[in-house]
């Protein structure tokens, strides 16, 4: 999987859908960004969340398993090297789905922030996009309700502040090319989303959450 994202990264750095957004512009109001903050970007991808905070003037970690993220940390997010409460935000945005593990992953960002964890994925609709999800990247593993989300969010001990409900829209051939998905996978894709596109365009739903560690 490290090698597959490696070979993506400039992809992903340069996806529209990643590196702005209205989505992208909440998740860093909420990270209450400023020169005293120090945020652990997880899974950052493109780097497009640490950009941005430390563009607030945030001192911002990146960890990632894929050395072509050119993270400052490689490790994947069940296992961060970073002592219990080593910063003050972690944060994630649109990585989730492809943790192998969700609960542990949560439990290691909940571990290391000693005050705010702020996700950002899609949100499951149904087993039909699921299964397209797994044709179009088998490194997708699951997308999860916001039910589930405020459920995992509290087993790690976070309390669950703000939930806000966001839409993407990325080009679906783009989208594709994204990750190289194989025609006959792809032809299979198209068809199971039929319904969620409109004149080539995907409608992907997400949502950012927010959320404190418990004082209790």
């Known amino acids: 999987m490290t090698d ?3 070979q993506r990264a400039e992809a992903f750095r340069e996806s ?10 909440l998740l860093v109001e909420w990270c209450e960004p400023g020169h005293d903050v120090k945020v ?5 991808g493109g780097g497009h969340v640490a950009r941005r905070l430390r563009e607030e003037g945030c001192t911002v970690v990146t960890v990632d398993p894929a050395p072509g993220m050119r993270p400052d940390v490689v490790s994947s997010a069940e296992e961060l090297p970073f002592a219990d409460g080593s910063f003050d935000v972690v944060t994630c945005r649109i990585a989730a789905h492809h943790f192998q593990d969700i609960h542990r992953a949560i439990a290691e960002m909940a571990r290391v922030t000693q005050h705010l964890v702020v996700i950002e994925d899609n949100v499951f609709t149904d087993e039909r996009v ?7 990247d088998p ?7 916001e039910d589930e989300w405020k459920a995992m969010l509290t087993e790690a001990g976070l309390e669950v ?22 025609p006959a996978d792809a032809a299979r894709v198209r068809e199971l989303l039929a319904d969620h596109v409109r004149d080539g365009v995907l409608t992907l739903k997400s949502i950012v959450v927010k959320a404190r ?3 209790k």
Request: proline share 7%; charged share 35%; hydrophobic share 30%.
């Open 4 to 6: 597959v994202w490696s």
């Open 130 to 136: 699921e299964e397209a999800e797994r044709l179009r």
């Open 139 to 145: 490194t997708h593993v699951r997308c999860y309700s």
């Open 161 to 182: 502040e703000q939930l806000e409900r966001f839409e993407r829209h990325p080009v679906v051939e783009d989208w594709l090319a994204r990750v190289e998905t194989p």
């Open 40 to 44: 652990l970007d997880v899974a950052t």
């Open 16 to 25: 529209p859908t990643h590196r702005q957004g209205p989505d992208l512009d």
């Open 213 to 215: 560690k418990s004082q």
